[in-house]
Nanobody, 123 residues
Framework: QVQLVESGGGLVEPGGSLRLSCAAS????????IGWFRQAPGKEREGVAC????????YYAESVEGRFTVSRDNAKGTVFLQMNSLRPEDTAVYYC????????????????WGQGTQVTVSS
């Protein structure tokens, strides 16, 4: 059974940092990419940061470029999202998702999704 389990969310003050983790398991074939998406209340889900498994190529949304870093540990089947200089507008539920078919990085059509973890940036 395929599972994507996110952890590391929480409440942080503006300017603070959080590190999200996504543990992937149960895949017969390793995903071609894993990424982080977020959805704030009343807004559409958007791709935040995604990484290709075989070569480490990455994509970042313009709103997080230079503040967020996505990385992977293929041996452990884990993908991380280091979030620095957090802003109130980063508040959202963050989802981990996996792509099996070499889609465009951070396409919202990824094949498997985690349950999400809440990130709240507030003073």
């Amino acid at each position: 059974q395929v599972q994507l389990v996110e952890s590391g969310g929480g409440l942080v003050e503006p300017g603070g940092s959080l590190r999200l983790s996504c543990a992937a398991s149960g895949f017969i074939l390793a995903p071609s990419a894993i990424g982080w998406f977020r959805q704030a209340p009343g807004k559409e889900r958007e791709g935040v940061a995604c990484i290709m498994r075989h070569n480490g190529s990455t994509y970042y949304a313009e709103s997080v470029e230079g503040r967020f870093t996505v990385s992977r540990d293929n041996a452990k089947g884990t993908v991380f999202l280091q979030m620095n200089s957090l802003r109130p507008e980063d508040t959202a539920v963050y989802y981990c998702a996996a792509d099996l078919f070499l889609r465009r990085l951070c396409s919202t059509e990824y094949d498997y999704w985690g349950q999400g973890t809440q990130v709240t940036v507030s003073s």
